[in-house]
């Protein structure tokens, strides 16, 4: 093959689809042919990305790869990297796959990728190259230093150079006659990075004017100045003070993920290496445990987080938090969070963040906004526990925010606060699922330890390493306990699940805690939830009864506020009687039905209004009372009729008043009529211009997606090759009207026939209004969009699906079938 584009374009459709999904950002979009793919596949991103994505041997073989002759072979490669002939051509294999290496015999780096790696296997530049800078006059008197005479017949640079390789092919000697000083900063940079900072890099230096060590170097050719403050070494020194290894030590197997040297009591968090305490592992590897017991353990905790994310925003649902004007949740807020939790402050900001990452909580407007609910969070509630966990593990498995960095310092020294934009961090979801695929290796029931499974990724992904990674591991072993995912350190089955993109719910359901429909209300005014109570029982409950304590079972307080309080969104003192008699496992006490009556009396005796404000009642009686009574002196009362007085407060702090004297007033219309002022109702959408969460692209792509890809670069190239009037393989739309069928019955067919790959006949109306046909094979319908290989276009198009006016079947002999029938 001559180019890396004919190479790519000789590979088979399956080799296409094995770049294409180690790869999936090169369809993104579609590239117009092979060429076009060619050439996005070495620009820097790309080979930077997939770089990434590669293991320390393939990396190594790489790196190898650059540093040995160009068109070296399998067997050249192998030796250099000191493996056998099997984990050798695995890795070209793998190369090849990615697309980095090309050529089936001799093999070559893609375009892009020397530029992506300047110091393969830590090595500088060899002498031909590092020296090119060189002026004539300064090669001649190097040339002349270290062969003792003035080179002669050399008039240009390049034979110049050809002749300093020569000479510092075999360094020994000149190493030794600069002497030991000189030796030890050689050993410095032999195994990388190959640069070093000296200051005024580029005097002018000889061998016998020389006098430091740096300057000894320097004049035999051992360093060389690249500009006034960084020296390189040559690459022929540094693999001749490595012995002629490329690498200290290149295995083609991961590190083993060993036991914990913890013992059985867990390490003081303080004491545990990391940059912050907070980082910290706070869990023992300890010992194996049964399947039985993780998954138990695991999932009381996944049934915990799902419930105290409900408590919370139940809560903020009521009394809100106000947004800081820089963004994000003020820290006596998430103090106040974590006391109602009954939490540490980093795990409360955990469940925030969860919250926030799933869509059940976003902030109320541009300006002096508020942290509430949104409407998802409704839809949540009505989901099964199994359910609601589902979407919480996957908004935080794939969320770029880190609730860890919750309380530390950015690079300015400013505190980061929950919610806020500082909390982002673009690695995490990637460092976050391959921390827990690694965990997942070991052993059903046997946890690893942070430190093995850090120096596994090392292993697995050494260009993603740093303090954050480390950070985010720590964080990730920590966060996925507190959610369930793990229990004693283990990973759970569910979670297995989660991970491989399968619904997580069916296999998590059967070991969470039934749902209760029966309470046990007690005569001292409390009531026993044994259990998780169903969630119209729990909302009703926690609306007219206040959760005293929480554990295997709950406990509830009936109080004249809490009856109120349900009486004030609407209920009747009936419906706490109906709801209480029906869920009780034994007849209701008659303090509780005392209460219930005695708070129903007096409840809207008193009604407020808008003047700013006013009270009325029937019984003008009452009036004379709150006038006499020094307590209403601030509500600045005065009377317009025997049963109305007015005020000049507002409505809310006319009520909140009165309720303090003992009163229960409710608010009323303008017509009289009662609001109704359920206040954990309040709820928020969030601004068009904001998104819920942030998610970083997928890492995998459809394989129905990339075959299309692929069918449409063979078209492109096709057409490339041809010319544009051969129609890139078009088909041709079919003559006639372009269908027409119901919307339901449109989308329906399209997912029929994404089912079983059939070739459908769409009509479509573009931007300005035109119909035109289209023979399409659709890949998926989701998002408002029909996604498919556009035959009639040769290429992979998006269509709004409220612009398909009709879809017809064509059957494999290209005759189209009836539309959708009305």
């Known amino acids: ?11 088979g459709d ?41 293991d320390r041997f393939s990396l190594a073989a790489v790196e190898a790869l650059l540093v040995l002759p160009r068109g070296t072979t399998t067997r050249a490669l192998r030796t250099a990297l000191g493996a056998s002939a099997r984990d050798t051509e695995a890795a070209v294999e793998l190369l090849r796959r990615y697309g980095l290496v090309w050529g089936d015999g001799a093999l070559n780096t893609a375009p892009g990728v020397r530029q992506a790696l300047p110091h393969p296997a830590g090595l500088g530049p060899p002498v031909q190259e590092v020296f090119a800078s060189y002026s004539l006059d300064r090669l001649t008197a190097l040339v002349t230093d270290l062969q003792g005479e003035e080179p002669r017949g050399f008039a240009d640079s390049g ?88 690498f200290r030590d290149v295995t083609a197997e991961p590190p083993t993920l060993s036991g914990s040297s913890w013992g059985d009591d867990p390490p003081d968090p303080s004491a545990t290496a990391g940059p912050t305490p907070r980082a910290s592992l706070s869990m023992s590897a300890g010992t194996a445990r049964s399947e039985d017991m993780v998954v138990r353990a695991a999932a009381g905790e996944a049934f915990t987080a799902v419930r105290q994310i409900e408590e919370l925003l139940e809560r903020w649902g009521l009394e809100s938090p106000p947004v800081l004007r820089s963004g994000g949740l003020a820290v006596r807020d998430l103090r106040a969070a974590a006391a109602l939790l009954d939490v540490e402050e980093w795990r409360a900001a955990l469940l925030i963040e969860v919250a926030y990452a799933t869509g059940l909580l976003t902030r109320s407007g541009e300006l002096d906004g508020e942290w509430l609910p949104t409407p998802a969070y409704d839809l949540w509630l009505l989901r099964d526990t199994a359910g609601r966990w589902s979407e919480v593990a996957r908004g935080w498995l794939r969320s770029e925010r880190v609730a860890g960095l919750a309380g530390d310092r950015d690079d300015r020294d400013r505190l980061i606060n929950a919610l806020s934009e500082g909390m982002v961090r673009g690695s995490a979801p990637a460092t ?69 993109g399968a619904d997580p719910g069916p296999a998590l359901e059967k070991h969470l805690p039934s749902p209760v429909e029966e309470i046990l209300i007690q005569a001292d005014l409390t009531a026993i939830a044994p259990g998780p109570l169903i969630t119209e029982l729990a909302r009703e409950l926690a609306l007219c009864a206040d959760v005293e304590s929480t554990g295997a079972a709950t406990v509830y307080r009936f109080t004249p506020e809490s009856i109120r309080r349900a009486l004030d969104a609407g209920r009747t003192a009936a419906d706490v009687t109906d709801l209480l008699t029906r869920h009780s496992a034994t007849p209701l006490p008659q303090p509780l039905t005392y209460l219930i009556d005695d ?26 009372e709150i006038l006499a009574d020094r307590r209403s002196a601030s509500l600045r009362l005065f009377r317009l009729a025997p049963t109305v007085l007015a ?28 609001i109704v002022t359920r206040p954990d ?8 211009s904001v998104e819920i969460v942030r998610l970083r692209p997928e890492e995998t792509a459809d394989d129905s997606m990339i075959a299309a890809a692929v069918r449409a670069l063979r078209a492109g190239d096709e057409a490339s090759r041809h010319g ?51 023979i399409v094979e659709p890949v998926r319908v989701e998002g408002g969009f029909l996604t498919g290989f556009d035959a009639t276009r040769a290429a992979v198009q998006r269509f709004a699906l409220h612009r398909i006016t009709g879809v017809a079947e064509v059957d494999p002999s290209g005759e189209t079938g009836a539309a959708a029938s009305e």
């Open 14 to 54: 399956d080799d296409l689809r094995a770049l294409l999904s180690a790869r999936p950002e090169l369809i993104a979009p579609v590239p117009a042919d092979l060429a076009a793919l060619a050439a996005r596949a070495a620009t820097p991103a790309a080979i930077s990305r997939a770089l990434d994505r590669l």
């Open 1 to 11: 093959m001559e180019t890396y584009a004919d190479w790519l374009r000789a590979r």
């Open 681 to 688: 109702a309040h709820r928020a959408d969030p601004p068009p």
């Open 599 to 624: 708070v129903a009396r007096r409840h809207g005796h008193l009604r407020v209004g808008s003047l700013a404000s006013y009270v009325r009642t029937d019984n003008a009686a009452t009036l004379d």
């Open 159 to 246: 034979r110049l150079l050809a002749r300093l390789a020569e000479l510092l092919a075999d360094p020994a000697p000149l190493i030794a006659d600069a002497g030991p000083e000189a030796r030890a900063a050689l050993e410095q940079l032999a195994w990388g990075p190959p640069v070093g900072r000296v200051e005024n890099a580029r005097r002018p230096v000889r061998t016998e004017t020389a006098s430091t060590p740096i300057e000894r170097l320097l004049a035999r050719g051992l360093l060389a100045a690249e500009d006034d403050r960084t020296v390189t070494l040559p690459r022929e020194v540094a693999l001749h003070l490595r012995g002629g290894h490329l």
């Open 647 to 674: 005020s000049a407060l507002p409505r809310q702090e006319l009520l909140e008043t009165l309720r303090a004297m003992g009163l229960a007033p409710v608010a009323e219309t303008p017509g009289g009529g009662v």
């Open 432 to 500: 976050r699922r391959a921390t827990l695929e690694v965990l997942g290796e070991a052993k059903a029931g046997t946890p690893a330890d942070a430190d093995a499974i850090r120096a596994r990724l090392s292993w697995l992904r050494p260009r993603r390493t740093g303090r954050l990674r480390d950070q985010v591991v720590d964080w990730t072993l920590r966060e996925a306990a507190v959610l369930g995912l793990t229990g004693f350190g283990a990973l759970a089955p569910y979670a297995r699940e989660l991970l491989k």
């Open 724 to 774: 544009a009037e051969q129609a890139r393989l078009r088909a041709d739309a079919p003559a006639g009207d372009p269908p027409r069928s119901p919307a339901m019955a449109t989308i329906e067919q399209l997912r029929e026939a994404v089912d079983r790959g059939a070739r459908v006949w769409i009509g479509y109306l573009d931007q300005q209004g035109q119909a035109s046909s289209r």
